[in-house]
């Protein structure tokens, strides 16, 4: 077969490689815990499956405009009103297929050939593979742990050149949880701007912020500057609704079109009876989210005890979503000299699966998520730690 060029550049998902031999060790009969997991483990509520019901009696099951039931982009801006106090109308918001389909939608609205878009690292695994297949250049930019993963000004400056169109903002971030403060993003909007670099910017963990840590966004610097920045966003996480594949984007109305654009080309309007379970999400009762992040935040508590009480580990403490994302390459030896070979000995030896930093752009890490059971996270842990150990 001749696969195009362009795919073949693209790198295959590094996750899969693990999941793959943790579906080998299950099938031999072996238990496998994983820690591995990119959703949370609490179902969709109630009243969203409800909905969702409803709309599948009530006989919505046609297409619906490609960007969305007006009444559900009319909740996502309503939504960016209620939490950040940002003025939007539904022109501004497209309904897509996860924030996965939001984001790539943006990069093919926005990137050129050979334009370069700056991503710091560690980075969510797709933000290379989308840049490339948009036949944009991906500049990874290193970060530290001792800031916390996140970027700093130095550090886009010294990777960034004239040729620089694009920068993406991930907070709170897969894989690391890291979570940029107000000032700081705001620090960055300003250096974006300074520079003509557009910012997309990937809030789509932005209601699992841990306290004493304060909610942040760019849809704030977006009112203000909207040809300088998108937020894409989820129900995904937030709302524990992965399965059902709705995200969104916050625009400026001629960002919004070249986006319904490419989906209109693409894949058309998500799914019509998940646009209705949304608007049950939107407009429902959020209770359920406060006691997730309560549930989150302790958990957080738990892992990050356990993970620094190793000899040699630096993790920082993350403010936000659900992975800890220590550096553990004190552990790498002549056997396991790199990630992923870590995990799969972690996984052959004491049946945990994690996902290698080499997938997210940092070697030295493995990424921990915590979003299984407390007595499984400690258990699990404690065999990880004891392993490392050799006790
Ligand atoms: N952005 C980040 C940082 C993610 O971790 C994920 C999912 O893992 C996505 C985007 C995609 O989310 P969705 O499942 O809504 O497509």
Redesign the pocket.
Same mark, same amino acid.
């Given at each position: 077969m001749k696969i195009s060029k362009r795919l073949m550049r693209a790198k295959p998902s590094a996750t899969l490689a693990v999941n793959a031999k943790a579906q080998e060790l299950r099938a031999q009969g072996k238990e496998i815990v994983s820690l591995a997991v990119?959703e949370p483990d609490f179902p969709t509520p109630q009243h969203v499956c409800e909905a969702m019901k409803k709309a599948v009696d009530d006989g919505f099951h046609r297409y619906t405009a490609v960007p969305g039931l007006p009444e559900l982009r009319r909740a996502v801006a309503d939504y960016y009103g209620r939490f950040y106090g940002v003025k939007a109308t539904a022109d501004n918001t497209i309904i897509s297929n =996860?924030?996965?389909q939001s984001?790539y939608n943006l990069f093919m609205a926005l990137i050129d050939q050979g334009d370069e878009v700056l991503i710091p690292a560690p980075y969510?695994v797709s933000y290379p593979a989308m840049v490339e297949l948009a036949d944009g250049v991906p500049v990874i930019v290193p970060t530290t742990a001792e800031s916390g993963f996140l970027a700093q000004i130095k550090d886009l400056e010294a990777c960034c050149t004239e040729r620089t169109k694009l920068l993406v903002i991930?907070t709170p971030s897969?894989p690391t949880g890291g979570h940029y403060p107000q000032a700081h993003l705001d620090e960055i909007a300003n250096w974006a701007k300074s520079k003509g670099i557009f910012i997309v910017s990937?809030e789509?963990y932005d209601r699992l912020v841990y306290a004493p840590a304060e909610y942040s966004t760019l849809s704030t610097f977006w009112e203000k500057n909207p040809e300088d920045v998108a937020i894409v966003g989820?129900l995904?996480k937030s709302f524990c609704m992965?399965g059902w594949r709705v =995200?969104t984007a916050l625009a400026h109305p001629d960002l919004v079109k070249a986006m319904v654009k490419i989906q209109g080309q693409s894949t058309s309007n998500v799914n019509t009876m998940a646009q209705k379970a949304a608007i049950a999400a939107f407009d429902g009762s959020w209770d359920f989210i406060d006691e997730m992040r309560d549930v989150f935040h302790r958990r957080r508590d738990i892992a990050h005890e356990i993970i620094t009480s190793w000899p040699g580990v630096v993790c920082p403490k993350p403010d936000g979503a659900f992975y800890l994302f220590p550096v553990l390459e004190n552990f790498y030896t002549e056997e396991t000299p790199d990630s992923a070979s870590m995990c799969t000995k972690i996984l052959e030896e004491v049946g945990i699966a994690l996902v290698p930093g080499s997938a997210f752009g940092d070697d030295r890490c493995i990424r921990f998520s915590y979003a299984v059971d407390d007595e499984v996270l400690k258990t699990s842990l404690g065999k990880i730690g004891n392993m490392l150990m050799n006790k």
């Open positions: 990119g =996860g924030g996965k984001l969510w991930n897969n990937d789509v989820a995904s992965t =995200g």
